[in-house]
């Protein structure tokens, strides 16, 4: 489960895609498919969102890792390096490493 919260010690990536308009539904699938077979599986995985912008060019992957180190584990995975090629052949994408300043909820 995600957890946007200061204190908890995570690794989060915010990744943006851009896509061909008419190519967001293919990179969500995919993203969707990677999640499910391989990234869900590997050590440190903590959790995945796929957004899809309401542009119909973009794709974003809020993803949340246990650490740098796990996060560059999978990158060592060959089946998560298949799935990031095929991404790759369908869209741009700027990842940005973050560390969670402050979460605030009405809740």
């Known amino acids: 489960m995600s957890t946007i919260e200061k204190s908890k010690n995570v690794l989060t990536l915010v990744n943006i895609f851009t896509v061909e308009p008419g190519r ?3 990179l969500v699938k995919l ?3 990677a999640t499910e077979r391989t990234m869900r599986h590997l050590p440190g995985f ?3 969102n796929i957004h899809r912008g309401l542009d119909g060019t ?3 992957n809020y993803a949340q890792w246990e650490s740098m180190a796990t996060f560059e584990a999978m990158h060592r995975n060959a089946d998560a390096q298949a799935h990031m090629k095929a991404a790759a052949a ?4 700027e990842p940005v490493f973050c560390e969670v300043v402050e979460a605030v ?3």
């Open 105 to 107: 909820s009405i809740r």
């Open 46 to 48: 903590v959790s995945a």
């Open 58 to 60: 973009r794709v974003i």
């Open 90 to 93: 369908l869209a741009q994408s």
């Open 24 to 26: 967001q539904g293919d």
């Open 31 to 33: 993203l969707l498919e």
